[in-house]
């Protein structure tokens, strides 16, 4: 069979794949290659294209980009600045940082917003949010669900923290704790802050400065559940969490140009995208290029392992005295076959991807391990001896 004709085929002939097994290895480290690429190519390229300014759009941002809006008109927030990669502020002059103790009496945006001195809701049966110590800090907004009912709930908390996650794993471990006791109140039993599921306050979003570093958590405004006047079943609601790090800035940038001069209005391409995009994807693109390589490496090892998986099993099968390939394949042989047999599962799972991502490595699976049956099926006939006779003849 012409090599051109035999690389077709296998694509869909397990056959074809059989017969061609003791071919050059060349043509399967071309499939293994090949396959491997399909299933990184388009979670990569679609990555990429992520700048971050998508939890700034007012389609789906929960009121976000409206309290960004409100906290850029801030003084003390416009004093901030990143220098060398650390957040500081410009009314600190003597020693601009966190580590810095204020004087008694002055309040700047570190002291109002500190998550150690954050209010914690207090109360018998489910408590409320916390709040920073300054309530000009937590944006507030009445929104009203489909049924009519109206609640007043915060679009964003303000907070702040001298702890840096980026510093040790001992201050990102003493940051997790913090945000149990303050904001989540969960953790485990006998941690302060501590309360059982049905007391902690509803899941509101959230945004924490950092010496390095931010956070937003981003929860849906309205609760699941109208049943009494205070949301309660938005505790469990799962979190969009959006990580920046201020190293990736090698100038000074100042907080002064958030500031969104005329009122909030809600298009895609508002003033609060235009000033606060520079911020938002300069910030995020180190975090988004480490999780995306991340993701490679895990799918570059995962989809080889199946692979090689796949292949031994192929081999161990033709051990079996009954199978069609007995004492005619080797390891090598098999790991080719299987090699060969994954292009075609690679070509599904980057389909899928397009369509369902959440699916594509659910089918890509499912697709290898089919096919892998299936070529197995085809070696599994039974063996004849070359000089078995007929039954009568045998007589």
């Known amino acids: 069979m012409p090599t051109w ?16 097994r003791k071919r050059p290895f060349y043509w399967a480290l071309m499939f293994f290659v090949l396959s491997i690429f399909l299933m990184f190519v388009v979670p990569l390229a679609q990555g990429y294209q992520n700048d971050g300014r998508a939890i700034i759009q007012p389609q789906s941002d929960q009121g976000l980009s409206i309290a960004l809006h409100q906290l850029s008109q801030d003084e003390r927030f416009q004093s901030l600045y990143i220098e060398d990669g650390v957040l500081k502020d410009h009314s600190l002059a003597d020693q601009p940082n966190f580590a810095r103790e204020p004087a008694p009496g002055e309040t700047n945006f570190f002291t ?3 998550l150690a001195n954050a209010v914690v809701g207090t109360g018998s049966g489910q408590v409320s949010w916390t709040a920073p110590v300054d309530t000009s800090y937590q944006f507030m907004s009445e929104i009203t669900d489909d049924a009519g009912k109206t609640y007043n709930v915060p679009l964003l908390r303000v907070f702040s923290t001298s702890l840096d996650s980026n510093a040790s794993r001992e201050d990102l471990e003493e940051l997790n704790d913090l945000m149990n006791a303050k904001i989540f109140r969960a953790g485990e039993e006998g941690d ?17 400065f950092t010496p390095s570093d931010y956070y937003i958590y981003i929860y849906p405004l309205l609760p699941t559940s109208t049943e009494s006047d205070e949301p309660t079943a938005s505790t469990s609601s799962q979190a969009t969490v959006f990580h920046g790090v201020f190293s990736a800035f090698k100038d000074t940038f100042e907080f002064s140009s958030l500031k969104c001069e005329g009122p909030y209005i809600a298009e895609r391409n508002n003033e609060v995208v235009e000033k606060w995009g520079p911020l938002i994807t300069t910030s995020y693109i180190p975090v988004r290029n480490a999780a995306i390589w991340r993701q490679v490496g895990i799918t570059i090892g ?12 192929i081999w161990l099968f033709t051990l079996g005295r ?10 090598w042989q098999g790991l080719k076959m299987s090699a060969t047999l ?13 369509m369902a991502p959440i699916y594509s490595w659910m089918f890509g699976i499912m697709g290898m391990v089919l096919r892998t049956m299936w070529l197995i099926m085809k070696t599994t006939g039974g063996r004849a001896a070359p000089n078995n006779k007929p039954l009568y003849q045998a007589r």
């Open 192 to 208: 302060e802050g501590y309360l059982v599921a049905e007391n902690r306050p509803v899941n509101r979003s959230f945004i924490l």
């Open 302 to 313: 995962v989809s080889a392992g199946l692979i090689i998986v796949c292949g031994l099993i």
């Open 5 to 20: 004709k035999y690389l077709l085929k296998s694509l869909y002939s397990n056959q074809t794949i059989i017969d061609g």
């Open 322 to 331: 009954r199978n069609l390939l007995h004492r005619d394949c080797t390891l």
């Open 342 to 354: 994954s292009f075609t599962v690679a070509i599904i799972g980057m389909v899928t991807y397009f």
């Open 112 to 114: 109002q917003t500190n």
